[in-house]
């Protein structure tokens, strides 16, 4: 359970350091305006629904194939730690309530 600020932006730089891995790009994890997780890299991004598979809205200047393969490892990093993303979620959702 996250409780405090320090805490939540540390969850969310560890989430960053594991996607930019992931896709070998640097990336930031955040929580687009419409509510869902967003994953911004270089001048793209994609936001993903709760369920952290259904892609919401792409905004991304590249091939389509490396698309294709950027979301689907995306999609699998966030299923093999979803635990962390939905706690990142959740944090987003509760922050005025951090200390």
């Given at each position: 359970?996250?409780?405090t600020k320090s805490e939540a932006i540390e969850l969310e730089n560890e989430l960053d350091a594991l996607v930019s891995e992931a896709i070998k790009e640097k990336s930031t994890v955040s929580m687009a305006l419409t509510g869902r997780l967003k994953i911004n890299f270089g001048d793209n991004y994609i936001s993903f629904e709760r369920d952290f598979?259904?892609?919401?809205y792409i905004d991304y200047h590249g091939s389509y194939d490396s698309l294709s393969e950027i979301i689907k490892t995306i999609q699998k990093t966030m299923a093999e730690n979803v635990e962390n993303f939905v706690l990142l979620i959740n944090?987003?959702?509760n922050r005025n309530k951090l200390l």
């Open positions: 359970m996250i409780t598979k259904t892609v919401d944090t987003y959702e």
